[in-house]
């Protein structure tokens, strides 16, 4: 049980990963979690009023099991597994964090200024989520897919519009990273 615990090294669980993943190359399955959106979308019914939705939602059952599954995995992961003190982030990496006024975990997952409930007594920071949520989602159905998605699948099935989604995303997370992110806070 210990080795279960602990934090594994990448080779074992990208193995893993890869292994899932061909997988579902066999079976003819793309893995993608934006997509269960549109699934659950077409489950309302709502496919009678937009062609978009339109499909036989039935077929991608078994990918919302994918998403359940991620959700209860990652509550056991956290509330029965997760040790937080293992988390090793570069020194540099929190003082330049503490001048954006971004506490260091100090065991904890997540910081506090970025996910603690004061977060929502903010008016800036709640502006802020809206802002981002919007543009994760338009971002995400006009790549026509997440990060998990075309990092993991698409990728492994080499299709050349992951590889540009990637890229994208990358340099979208650097833009953010070096500039963005220090004017917000």
Not at 6 to 31: D, E, H, N, R, V
Not at 101 to 106: C, E, K, Q, R, V
Request: overall charge positive; charged content about 10%; hydrophobic content about 50%.
């Amino acid at each position: 049980m210990e080795v279960i615990f602990q934090t594994w090294p990448w080779y074992i669980s990208g193995f893993l990963i890869g292994m899932i993943m061909l997988c579902l190359i066999y079976f003819g399955k793309a893995f993608g979690m934006s997509s269960n959106l549109s699934t659950l979308c077409s489950m309302t019914g709502i496919g009678k009023k937009v062609s978009f939705f339109n499909f036989d939602w039935r077929a991608r059952r078994w990918n919302l099991m994918v998403v359940l599954g991620a959700m209860f995995g990652g509550y056991v992961a956290v509330q029965f597994m997760g040790d937080a003190s293992n988390v090793t982030i570069n020194p540099k990496t929190i003082a330049q964090l503490a001048q954006l006024g971004i506490d260091a975990p100090n065991g904890k997952m997540l910081p506090d200024a970025l996910f603690g409930n004061a977060v929502f007594q903010s008016p800036k920071m709640i502006f802020i989520l809206i802002i981002g949520g919007i543009l994760i989602g338009f971002g995400t159905r006009y790549a026509g897919g997440c990060t998990s998605g075309h990092a993991i699948s698409g990728l492994s099935n080499f299709q050349i519009q992951s590889l540009k989604a990637v890229i994208g995303f990358f340099i979208g997370g650097l833009i953010m990273a070096h500039l963005i992110l220090p004017l917000i806070f």
